[in-house]
């Protein structure tokens, strides 16, 4: 027991409180843990925090392991001494809850509540006495306590990074069918008739099998209005306690206006973009907001979450969080042990944790099945003593963490070896869909980045730690092997990942026993180690055209982006009309960018028409979505509009291709052509970016009968090749590398000819089928520089060709929307068959040369 009871004394009544953050932290209690002083880009954060405090957005970023943490506790204390009501400061996961409050307590002595499990640690935050630390779930659950007397006047948003997946959980209901198969069974049975309806019932039988080409599948939009409409689908809730679900309250009323998902083990139902800027806690003026995130080289997912971007940005320079890396990327078949060649995977983490700590992440549990025999993941009861234990294990060991990216920190000799298994997607059924089954890559790309980021920080957390990451999952490796990915990470990390791309080359490793000893000598500070670390760390990066073109995407999915926060506020409100006019534009404009996000748009819009009673608009919207995508996914096709085309069987590509651009009305009211050519006519405009160039040419491919895509943004295989057009039937090949930007009296470099040779040998391995391909680049001259040696394969195309075979293709593409259908119809056979669209017709027309020495 006390002798002295200080609680007892009187203060001064006059007594005040600092409010400028530099200020408070040096009010701080002197306890055992109190840092002496805060680091450069703590203050520096502080300072000009203090600058802006009485803006509604401020984002404060900093690098991982930087303290952002101890940045936003002495905003909190800020605010609650300048007598904000309510100061929230909300983390992502409970464990950091718990950091949070003990960082608060032990390091600096402010008083402060938790939130957890329904209930408040002490009264301090109702009284008025201290700010409440709480988790995403506790504010934004659709019964969340955060209203009325203890509605927030400040929220600090920690790990602001990642809030878009919190966030989406809480407006999400997820039905598991583990918990009740008779439930899920009849779920099944209220949509089986509209997937008949469509000829798609063994498709959702192989869905639930797990047997199908992909793990989960989407209900039209469409069904979903149907099902919410007549009330169906909320008796089903009712039916089997889904109401008692924390994002019910949230969804109960707008079931008609979410897209629903189904996998063999799940049902999800959820808004196909967060409604944020109809969100009280997000959108009141009269509520301040902090963000703390990591270094962002992307605001995508911030607007995602949050609705907008940040009225103001604050990113002090700073060393700390910046941590020595090893990166070995080394794909399983390239590896042997014993003598055999593509070992288990457990038997390479084997390997390495009988001599390491070593923290396993993977993407998913069914991913981390194959560790199991080394580390099973711990359920949720047991997460935060077994991840306590594990931070003071002192022996070799290894710990499975699945599908979390943030919140989890090891520094130090904590644990300094990691795998990384599995790019960090498909963290719900939604995501699963748009980058498994539409293949939306571009879209994912910042989000991507951002996690990998954040995977990476978890055993490296300042200026003086390091640490060894392995990967040995082919999709993680060949994403990080395309320039314009590494260009979304921040500068270091990408030259850090090409520092180990060329010391595991070097080496040549290749056997699982090397792989633990590299990392001893690593982590014992080997000297050859430090000094090559030290000269190549800085040598290495990305190119500056890689750099420009992950920008020019960025910036066009940034401002998509704006664009879905306006469309799903106002579907909330009810308004699909002026929904469908926030979406429309920026599906025209972000298809350059990414043409299969511009497809999931079309599937959005079409269900702004479902809405309105008007299926066969929006069965026009999902023609467009399948053009972008892929014709088979599961949408309503037109029924009241067939024409006489639509008996017509193709005779070749080029005549399914017109037949599905001219064919699907009797009478067009307008060009359905203009469409293609408002894409197609850029590469006329030199003043244009390089995607909107490459977006160009792969749809004047797709136009003209080809396969057409772009390799380095629409697959995972390790190709930079920018367009890649495919004849299947005359098994003819055209590879286009666009130098459209270069200026007119520009050469073709050497290392532009050697990234051609690269390409040519990845497509004579990817595609051993095709007897004739040839590399054309694009570009203003056809010569190189005396040291390039371009191969015979190896051709130019002048830009100026290439506009004017476009402009012959544009009139002929007039000519037949003038026709009358019966004639349309009979002129697009006929040219089909003529020569001169037939592959090398078309090769005669663009006129490629050999390139000059």
Known sequence: MSLFDFNKLSRPSTQSKPIKPIDVFRSASSLDATPNDLWRGQSHALEQWEEHRNKNDVLVSLHTGAGKSLVGIIIAQSLMNEGVQNVVYACATNDLVGQTRKECEERLGFTCTTRGGGRFSNDAFENGTGFCITNYQALFNSRSVFRGDLRPGAIIFDDAHVAEKVIRDCFTISFDRSKNEAAFNEFIKMVLPYFEAISRREHLAAILRGSGTYNCTMVHPGAVV????????????????????????HLADKLAYCSIFISKYRVEISPSFLPSRRLELLASRDIRRVYLSATLTSEVDFCRAFGKRPAVKIEPENDAGVGERLVVLRRRDQLTWKGTRNPEFSVIASSLSAQHKVLIAS?????????????????????SEKLEAFRRQTHPGAFSLVARVDGIDLPHGTCRVSIADGLPTGFSLCE?????????????????????VQLFGRTNRGRNDYSVIFSFDDRLISWLSKGRNLALLPSLLQRQ??????????????????????????????????????????????????INQARETDAAILKAAQAEAEFSAHLWDGRADLAREALGSAAQEVASADRRLAGWYSIQLGHTYELEGDPESASKQYADARSRTFFDITLPHPTTSASVASAVIPQNSLHASLLSIFGSDRAIASNPWSKFDFHIRKICDASLSANQHEEAIRLLGEVLGFKASRPEQESDQESTLDVLWLHEGAKTAYLWSL????????????????IGHN????????????????????????????????????????????QSFYRALDQSMINLFRMPPAARVTEIEAMARRQEWQPDGIRAQLRPVSIKR
């Open 432 to 452: 699963q869909y748009q980058f498994d089954c539409l293949e939306m890559r571009n879209a994912f790309a910042s989000r991507i980045a951002n996690r990998i």
């Open 759 to 802: 390409h040519l040998q990845w497509f004579a391995t990817a595609h051993p089928e095709y007897s004739s391909h040839e590399l054309w680049f694009l570009a203003p001259r056809a010569e190189a520089v005396a040291e390039a040696y371009p191969s015979e394969k190896m051709k130019v195309v002048l830009l100026e060709d290439v």
């Open 497 to 546: 990942i090409q520092l180990g791309r060329s010391l595991v080359d070097q080496f040549g490793i290749s056997d699982v026993d090397a792989l633990p000893a590299l990392a001893n000598q690593v982590l014992s500070r080997d000297p050859g180690w430090l000094t090559f670390y030290r000269d190549t760390v800085s040598a290495t990066g990305v190119t500056e055209e890689e």
């Open 739 to 754: 130098k459209s930007k270069k200026k007119s009296e520009s050469l073709l470099n050497s290392e532009e000819v050697g």
């Open 363 to 383: 993407s998913s549990y069914r991913a981390a099945e194959k560790y199991k025999s080394v580390a099973v993941p711990p359920n949720v009861t047991e997460f």
């Open 226 to 249: 149907s099902i919410a409409q007549s009330g169906a689908l909320i008796s089903w809730m009712h039916r089997h306690n889904i109401a008692q679900d924390f994002a019910f309250g």
